[in-house]
């Protein structure tokens, strides 16, 4: 069995699911919250396929940042998809949408709007950052 069917069978109960050499890791937060969190903790994710249940642009340079290998996602929007092929990270997904949506439904979401014209990888995780430091206050 791959590290990404390891990662897709062990993704019920969380929000994501990381696995590399059938060591899985685990996180029941939202959002981009698991990946920043690994970040911050200097976790180091490379090689590393991912199950996930939201993708966006925001979580796909993420991915791209840490290194990750293979990435699947029960949904994953189109910018994210469009990332993730530009940096060779095979995707698989069961729903693909145009945009990710706030958790209120009445906007695009806030972390996809903070890298909505951003395309280099460290810059995107600064403007990630910041964002999540904005909406804490």
Do not use: W
């Amino acid at each position: 069995m791959t590290d990404l069917q390891i990662a897709k069978n062990n993704l019920l109960g969380h929000t994501i699911c990381l696995c590399k050499d059938g060591n899985c890791l685990f996180s029941e937060k939202k959002g981009i919250a698991p990946m920043m969190n690994f970040i911050a903790d200097g976790v180091d994710l490379v090689g590393y396929s991912v199950a996930d249940l939201v993708v966006g642009n925001a979580a796909a340079m993420l991915f791209v940042k840490c290194g990750i290998t293979k990435v699947f996602a029960k949904t994953l929007s189109i910018s994210g998809k469009n990332t993730l092929k530009m940096h060779g990270i095979p995707c698989e997904y069961e729903t693909l949408t145009e945009k990710i949506i706030n958790r209120e439904g009445t906007d695009i979401c806030p972390m996809e709007k903070a890298v909505l014209n951003c395309d280099d990888v460290e810059n995107a995780y600064l403007l990630l950052r910041n964002k999540l430091m904005e909406l804490s206050k």
